[in-house]
């Protein structure tokens, strides 16, 4: 992530940490438990929440900076050249918003194959663009990003992720407005959002403006 984007991402980042979707996906970290590669650390939103054994990689000098400042275990590294680890490393490789960034999606996810151990897990967030509040700009945090390279729909993530030798298992959405307004009023905001997950993935992707697909090593 060139600074410029990383600049872009902190201006917007400071009202939603982690995504409504991650707290589906933190069961398969048993507890943090996992050893997980974090692809894309920022500034260690979700890093810190790993087991200690965790690394992160990012592109931004003064992302790893920061991280590092925190205790955390990052490391410069540019996303679209093989990753520095080697196979079987990892229990989980957590890939939040970055696809859509690197130059190649594919080469990204068969190097996560590689230094994750068999049967490892593989966290995939990317930006919805298709959902209703992006198509009317309502919510602005994915819109005119600067980098943003590919979209994806969930059959292309999931061909992609077949490519790469992972069998895809659930998908968790981000209804980021929605939360936003339940948090407002104060109206059962866990309640809601638990139910809209069990709703079919047709429906819930049309007010989510991201989601995140769980998928296995085979």
């Known amino acids: 992530m060139a600074e410029d984007t990383a600049a872009w991402y902190y201006d917007r980042v400071t009202e939603m940490e982690v995504a409504e979707s991650y707290r589906y996906v933190m069961p398969f970290l048993e ?6 590669l974090d692809l894309g650390c920022g500034v260690g939103y979700y890093l810190k929440r790993f087991s200690q ?6 592109a931004s000098l003064p992302s790893v900076d920061i991280c590092n400042e925190r205790g955390l275990n990052a490391r410069f590294g540019d996303l679209n050249k093989p990753l520095e680890f080697g196979p079987n490393e990892f229990d989980v490789v957590f890939c939040s918003h970055i696809l859509e960034h690197v130059d190649s999606p ?19 967030a990317v930006p919805n663009e298709a959902s209703l509040p992006n198509a009317l700009a309502l919510d602005k945090y994915w819109q005119s990003h600067p980098e943003h390279t590919y979209s994806f729909s969930v059959t292309n993530l999931k061909i992609l992720l077949l490519k790469a030798h992972f ?27 638990s139910l809209i997950q069990r709703l079919p993935t047709r429906i819930t992707l049309q007010i989510s403006s991201a989601y995140m697909m769980l998928a296995q090593k085979t």
């Open 106 to 124: 594919l080469n990204l996810l068969r190097e996560s194959h590689r230094v994750l151990k068999k049967d490892g897990l593989i966290i995939v």
């Open 31 to 36: 507890g943090g438990a996992k050893r997980v």
């Open 53 to 58: 054994a965790s690394v992160g990689v990012d």
């Open 167 to 193: 069998e895809p298992l659930e998908i968790y959405v981000n209804p980021y407005l929605i939360g936003k307004i339940l948090s407002l009023i104060r109206f059962k905001q866990n309640f809601i959002m």
